[in-house]
């Protein structure tokens, strides 16, 4: 059995700079993923693609050091693409043959028997729901099916990591969605580690547990979810009974006239700033002054959207 990384990591990139000629697409990267939903979150062009070719070996570092299961790569590429998922942002079909023959023999490639292969291969294309297509020429498939039909293939060999670029790329909402499920689903039900490398911040957040941000080449910010989305101090949310009082003074007024910095956000929620040294009790002292009462009181948490903006601009 072949051991993972130091520290448990399925997954570790240590100093790891990419160059084209000239061009440096990667610079001196680090992250490691040992289990869970990692994403993958930049612009377009901020090296995600390449990062995910350097670790399936496709592309080689110019310095540092890239270990998938604890193998070098790309020298021992091979061995590692065995126990690997790779779903690539284009397409990947073979058009004049049907959807089950294509699999069939992608898991012969992957070292199965014909049998073996082709029964895996119906498993798969019911898992991800286009299973009573399984016939049908490639050329005929939709391009939402045609995306279901990528995942299918890279699972088809049981792989313990799965590599996602643009996975939801061309989907209508409905389609992104039902997709993005069945990404969440590979990891939870076939105990899949998974990263997913999109520019679509929902996709990621629907997606992630953990999210690293990658611009021009350079990790930016990594952290999970609740890390980057912390509490903001002395940020709270505030939704009143009344937005006025009888008068038809508004309550955001009221709380600017006392010193406290307000935004308004959605159906009627107010996003509050305490001036330094002031405690929350004196929002629930100026709404009864106002004559409402508070309904909702919570921490304020950063967004993902302020979080990876933030992230952009320190960059």
Not at 223 to 245: C, F, K, N
Not at 256 to 269: K, M, P, T, V, W
Not at 297 to 305: E, G, I, M, V, Y
């Amino acid at each position: 059995m072949t051991q993972q990384a130091a520290g448990g990591d399925i997954l570790r990139l240590q100093d790891v700079t990419v160059r084209y000629g000239a061009f440096e697409a990667l610079s001196r990267v680090s992250f490691g993923v040992s289990e869970g939903r990692v994403g993958l979150l930049g612009p377009n062009g901020a090296g995600k693609s390449t990062l995910i070719r350097t670790i399936l070996g496709f592309n080689r570092a110019a310095r540092g050091a890239v270990r998938v299961f604890g193998l070098p790569m790309p020298q021992k590429a091979l061995e590692a693409r065995r126990r690997l998922g790779y779903v690539p942002e284009r397409e990947a079909a073979a058009h004049t043959v049907s959807g089950v023959s294509f699999l069939t023999y992608m898991g012969q490639i992957a070292g199965m028997s014909r049998v073996d292969a082709m029964e895996r291969g119906h498993e798969a294309l019911n898992f991800v729901g286009i299973g009573d297509q399984r016939y049908r020429r490639m050329e005929t498939y939709s391009t939402g099916m045609l995306q279901r039909f990528k995942l299918a293939q890279a699972l088809i060999h049981d792989p313990k990591l799965l590599l996602l670029d643009e996975p939801s790329n061309g989907l209508d909402p409905e389609g992104r969605m039902e997709m993005l499920e069945l990404i969440r689903d590979v990891a939870r039900l076939r105990n899949v580690s998974v990263l997913l490398s999109s520019h679509l911040l929902p996709d990621v957040q629907h997606v992630c547990e953990r999210i690293v941000i990658l611009n021009k080449g350079r990790i930016v910010q990594d952290g999970s979810v609740d890390e980057l989305t912390a509490p903001r101090e002395r940020q709270y949310e505030v939704r009143t009974r009344d937005h006025a009082d009888a008068a038809g003074v508004p309550f955001q007024e009221t709380l600017e006239s006392a010193g406290f910095a307000c935004r308004a956000e959605r159906d009627g929620l107010l996003r509050v700033t305490l001036p330094e040294g002031e405690s929350p009790q004196r929002l629930f002292a100026l709404a009864s002054e106002h004559g409402t009462q508070i309904r909702h009181f919570a921490p304020a948490r950063t967004s993902l959207a302020e979080a990876f903006l933030q992230a952009m601009g320190a960059s």
